[in-house]
Nanobody, 127 residues
Framework: QVQLVESRGGLVQAGGSLRLSCAAS????????MAWFRQAPGKEREFVAA????????YYADSVKGRFTISRDSAKYTVYLQMNSLKPEDTAVYYC????????????????????WGQGTQVTVSS
């Protein structure tokens, strides 16, 4: 069974930094792309960033470009989301996701392309 296990989020002040991780089981790892999404209270889940596992190519939402960095550690089957210059509007539950199939381009915001999801982790940014 495929599992994506996210690290604990946390509470951070505006302007601060936080790094999330999402670990997949090595035995079941066969993903092409991995991504982070987030859902703020009362809002729909939205795309944050994605990475193509084989090449390391990345894709970011405009709202986080220049502040967040997605990366992966192939040896650990783990994807990271480094979040800098955090703002109160970044407060949300963050979800890790992965695709089972290959897409010519990184799916990015297309949530239907992602086959596996983590349980979510809360990130709260105080002003």
């Amino acid at each position: 069974q495929v599992q994506l296990v996210e690290s604990r989020g946390g509470l951070v002040q505006a302007g601060g930094s936080l790094r999330l991780s999402c670990a997949a089981s090595a035995r079941t790892f066969s993903f092409y792309d991995m991504a982070w999404f987030r859902q703020a209270p009362g809002k729909e889940r939205e795309f944050v960033a994605a990475i193509r596992w084989s090449t390391g190519n990345t894709y970011y939402a405009d709202s986080v470009k220049g502040r967040f960095t997605i990366s992966r550690d192939s040896a650990k089957y783990t994807v990271y989301l480094q979040m800098n210059s955090l703002k109160p509007e970044d407060t949300a539950v963050y979800y890790c996701a992965a695709t089972r199939g290959y897409y010519t381009a990184i799916p990015g915001p297309d949530q239907s392309s992602y086959d596996y999801w983590g349980q979510g982790t809360q990130v709260t940014v105080s002003s």
